[in-house]
C-alpha cells in the first residue's frame, strides 16, 4: 500500500462546535490509518497553543498551525514565522483606532482588548469556549513584547472595516469567514502552503495527498490537495470545489470518508 498523507481541520471536521466532543468513529478511524501506515496531520487556523487537548486525546504525526505559520513534525517545529513585535504593535494601534474586535493568535497564547472593550459577542464565545478547553490564560493585548502568528477579527456597527483594510491589505491575508468574520495570516502563509511544505520535506507523492474540512478556510488546503473531503455539515460553499462529501461529523464522517477511499 503507497503511503498517503491525511491533512485533518479541527472546529467543525473533528471536533462539534456545539458539544465540543470528538466522535469516537473519527478516533479510531484515524488510528486505523495510521495503522495502515498512512500519515495523519492536522491542518488548522488554530495556534499551537490551542491544541494542547486534542495532542491528548489522539495521536497525529504532525501539526500544521495557524494557517500554516507554525509546522511539527514528530515533536520537532520545522517551521515558525511570525509577525513580528512591531508589526503587532501597529495592528493593535490600528485595530483600537478602527474599532474593531480581535483575537490576537500566537503559539504561546491567544490575546484580547480587555472584556469591557469587547463589542462582539462571539469573541466572547471564543473566550468561554477556551475556558471549557482549559486554554484561556486572561492574556491582553497590553502583554510585554507581543508577537503574534495570525488573528481573527469581528465588525460591529462602530467600526470601519475598510479603512483596516486597506492599511493591511498588501501584507495579510483576509480570508472571509462570515460577513462579519475574517481571519487573517501573513501573506505566503495558508493550509496550502503548509501541505506544500511538509510533503515536499517528506517526499509524499502529490497523487497520495488528502484534505478534510468544513469551512471558507479550508479552501486552500482543499483546492490543493489530490483528494478534497468536506464535510456533510461543511459550508455549502466548499461543496463545488471538492472531489467527495462524506456525512456530517456526529454522523461518522472521518470514517465514513476515510473508507471511501480504502485508507481504513
Not at 478511524?29 to 489522539?58: P, V
Not at 504561546?108 to 475556558?131: F, P, Q, R, T
Not at 475574517?182 to 503548509?194: F, H, N, V, W
Request: hydrophobic share 35%; net charge negative.
Amino acid at each position: 500500500m503507497n503511503k498517503s498523507i491525511i491533512f485533518f481541520d479541527i472546529d467543525g471536521t473533528l471536533i462539534d462546535e456545539k458539544t465540543h466532543i470528538i466522535p469516537d468513529s473519527a478516533k479510531k478511524a484515524i488510528r486505523l490509518a495510521r495503522k495502515n501506515g498512512h500519515l495523519a496531520f492536522i491542518n488548522t487556523g488554530r495556534t499551537l497553543c490551542q491544541i494542547k487537548n486534542l495532542k491528548k486525546e489522539i495521536d497525529f504525526d504532525g501539526f500544521i498551525c495557524g494557517c500554516g505559520t507554525y509546522i511539527e513534525y514528530n515533536n520537532e517545529t520545522l517551521y515558525h514565522k511570525c509577525l513580528g513585535i512591531d508589526f503587532t504593535k501597529k495592528l493593535i494601534k490600528s485595530l483600537k483606532k478602527y474599532k474593531l474586535d480581535a483575537a490576537l493568535e500566537s503559539i504561546d497564547g491567544v490575546y484580547y482588548d480587555y472584556l469591557y472593550n469587547i463589542k462582539h459577542k462571539e469573541v466572547l464565545n471564543i473566550i468561554e469556549a477556551h475556558k471549557h478547553e482549559g486554554t484561556y490564560e486572561d492574556l491582553t493585548w497590553d502583554s510585554h513584547n507581543l508577537n503574534v502568528d495570525k488573528l481573527v477579527l469581528f465588525i460591529t456597527e462602530y467600526s470601519n472595516f475598510e479603512g483596516f483594510f486597506q492599511e493591511f491589505k498588501d501584507t495579510l491575508d483576509f480570508i472571509k469567514r462570515a460577513d462579519d468574520f475574517y481571519e487573517l495570516a501573513p501573506k505566503g502563509c495558508s493550509k496550502a502552503t503548509g501541505i506544500e511544505f511538509i510533503i515536499n520535506h517528506l517526499n509524499i507523492d502529490f497523487e497520495n495527498t488528502f484534505g478534510i474540512g468544513d469551512s471558507t478556510n479550508d479552501l486552500t488546503m482543499l483546492q490543493y490537495v489530490k483528494n478534497s473531503i468536506a464535510m456533510g455539515n461543511s459550508n455549502p460553499q466548499l461543496f463545488e470545489y471538492v472531489n467527495y462529501i462524506t456525512t456530517d461529523l456526529l454522523n461518522d464522517g472521518i470514517y465514513s470518508a476515510l473508507a471511501h477511499y480504502n485508507l481504513i
